[in-house]
């Protein structure tokens, strides 16, 4: 029973939840203006009604606390290759690259370090997680390179701690659909923010509930 109670969580954001959030408050990042975008859509049903960014912001808000239910812990990770992409992405301009359609958000690059180092890593700081250097990736293929580069922190933080559960939270509809379909190793749960936002609110609701259920004489 101790160790159910003391359950370790840890998260992989996908960078394209990292980049909704930077689509919503515009640059620089900060997080009073997190705090302040948070706090309008406070109210609003899971998932949003009019934009599913919201519940990227969400999903990352509540992980600040560092606590997933009670005492079980919760940790954002990352690794290398989310903050490299993360910076680019922001970076690359509006226009699409030639060939392939790809557009970024057109930041210029102080306000793209900014993103990583402020929301990423401030993220991190204040739940007390980490950062992985290079990984190797998982599950590429059916994966292409960038997402198996983040399936891959999944699989080294899964390995290193095999009792904790890892979350994988991405909007990428190839990568959830490769999960749904057996397709990629078990080793970590690989969720939509809504999905995962969803998770998080019930069980600290049935934590609270539990807390001022009467106790059994």
């Known amino acids: 029973m101790e160790n159910e109670e003391r359950q370790r969580h840890v998260v992989v954001f996908d960078v394209n939840v990292y980049l909704d959030v930077a689509c919503l408050l515009g640059p620089p990042f900060t997080w009073e203006k997190a705090g302040a975008a948070s706090a309008t859509v406070a109210r609003e049903p899971v998932p949003h009604p ?19 239910a009670g005492p079980e812990s919760l940790e954002v990770w990352t690794n290398a290759h989310i903050d490299k992409m993360v910076r680019n992405k922001a970076e690359q ?3 699409p690259a030639p060939g392939t359609g790809y557009r970024g958000l057109g930041w210029d690059r102080m306000d793209s370090q900014t993103l990583v ?12 997680g980490g950062t992985l250097g290079d990984t190797f990736p998982d599950g590429n293929p059916p994966l292409d390179h960038e997402d ?7 699989k080294w933080l899964a390995g290193e701690d095999p009792i904790c ?20 190793s ?6 939509t923010p809504t999905r995962f936002l969803l998770l998080l609110r019930a069980a600290r609701s049935h934590y609270a509930f539990q807390q ?5 004489s």
Do not use: E, Q, W
């Not at 934009?51 to 997933?68: E, V």
């Open 50 to 68: 009019n934009n599913r960014a919201y519940d990227s912001l969400r999903a990352i808000s509540a992980c600040t606390s560092g606590r997933f």
């Open 165 to 184: 559960h890892v979350y994988c939270v991405t909007r990428d509809r190839g990568f959830l659909a490769a999960h749904t379909d057996g397709a990629l």
């Open 186 to 191: 078990k080793h970590s749960h690989v969720l």
């Open 117 to 128: 180092t402020d929301l990423v890593g401030g993220l991190i700081a204040k739940s007390l």
């Open 93 to 95: 301009p509006t226009t």
């Open 148 to 154: 198996g580069m983040v399936y891959g922190a999944c």
């Open 212 to 216: 001022v259920r009467p106790k059994s």
